[in-house]
């Protein structure tokens, strides 16, 4: 995508320096977001990747305020929404900041039915009109790619990757602008990944959305994201254009992610070199890292040493 033109798109939402800390155990926190900064445009895809545990679920949940921001700043469409939501900016959130959860089998309640488990999200926002809650349903049934009348069987009915259309499903009876897909097909067969992804895009185009799609490897997001952050450790280390990351990626750890892409040519599969990243090689003691700009629309997290020392292998 060209950098001009991304400049100028409308930011949908803006988060700064975003920390969250969980409680645990007496007077103790677990830092899950470390002064997460970066912006997502309207209509983009954006990709975000890390190994299990740095913080990409703990990101998603508290966009969507199902958590609160120990400190930073979440705004969407320009409007604030870290601090204490009233119940209209409750509802405002709600209705156009949703999630596809990470497991599509816990997140369904399985003593719902399908219709009911879509419509609860209708209902939570006051919608009462039976007929229309039930139209709903049917219509958003079908985009999913399933069948009205799935919507009286239970959860344990479907396959996994029914499931997660329910799940898909769920998330966009309320029509929001933007969609948080935390890791949506990670629990899928690779056969049926491809389909569910090719569902999300298509949908996304249709209902004109702005996702953001949440893997463990790059290997799922590099299709189609249109920019990619890299987080570790609760920390973005680099974000980049999904070409310009695959191209030039600077951050060590951003290179032993791409090192662990399988290669489909098996020549190339056999000589590849996987890279390790150990976090040790880094030596804060007397700069602090941050996170800069080392190319147009092209950030990393470093000080000003590795700054340089970046630019130099650039
Ligand atoms: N509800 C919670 N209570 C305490 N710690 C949590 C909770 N959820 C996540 N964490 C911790 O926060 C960190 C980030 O977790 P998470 O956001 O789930 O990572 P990811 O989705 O990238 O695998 C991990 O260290 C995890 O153990
Ligand atoms: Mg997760």
Do not use: W
């Amino acid at each position: 995508m060209e950098q001009n033109a991304q400049k100028e798109r409308e930011k949908i939402l803006e988060i700064k320096n975003l920390c969250m800390e969980f409680p645990a155990g007496k007077k103790k926190t677990v830092k899950a977001l470390n002064n997460v900064t970066f912006d997502i445009y309207k209509g983009e895809n954006f990709g975000l990747v890390g190994e299990s545990g740095c913080g990409k679920t703990t990101l998603g949940r508290t966009l969507i305020r199902l958590y609160n921001p120990t400190s930073g700043e979440i705004l969407f469409n320009g409007k604030n929404i870290s601090g204490k939501l009233s119940k209209a900016d409750r509802d405002y959130v709600t209705r156009n900041l949703s999630m596809i959860f990470q497991d599509p089998v816990s997140s369904l309640n399985p003593r719902m039915t399908v219709e009911e488990i879509i419509a609860e999200g209708l209902k939570t926002r006051g919608e009462k009109d039976k007929e229309l809650i039930r139209k709903s349903v049917s219509s958003i049934l079908n985009k999913v790619g399933l069948l009205p009348e799935h919507g009286s069987r239970y959860p344990h009915e479907f396959s996994g990757g029914q499931r997660q259309r329910i799940g898909i499903a769920r998330s966009l009876v309320v029509k929001p602008s933007v969609i948080i897909a935390d890791e949506p097909v990670s629990a899928l067969d690779v056969s049926i990944q491809a389909q569910v992804i090719n569902l999300l895009m298509d949908i996304k185009k249709e209902m004109d959305l702005t996702i953001l799609f949440i893997a463990h490897n790059l290997a799922v997001v590099k299709y189609f994201s249109d920019r990619i952050g890299v987080m570790h450790f609760g920390t973005m280390v680099e974000l980049a254009d999904a070409d310009e990351l695959y191209a030039h990626p600077v951050h060590p750890y951003t290179k032993s992610l791409l090192s662990a892409i399988p290669q489909p040519d098996p020549d190339r599969e056999k000589d590849k070199q996987r890279l390790y990243y150990d976090p040790s090689m880094h030596d804060y003691s007397k700069e602090q890292p941050s996170f800069q700009e080392i190319r147009p629309g092209h950030f990393v997290y470093a000080s000003d040493s590795e700054m340089e020392q970046y630019r130099k292998e650039l």
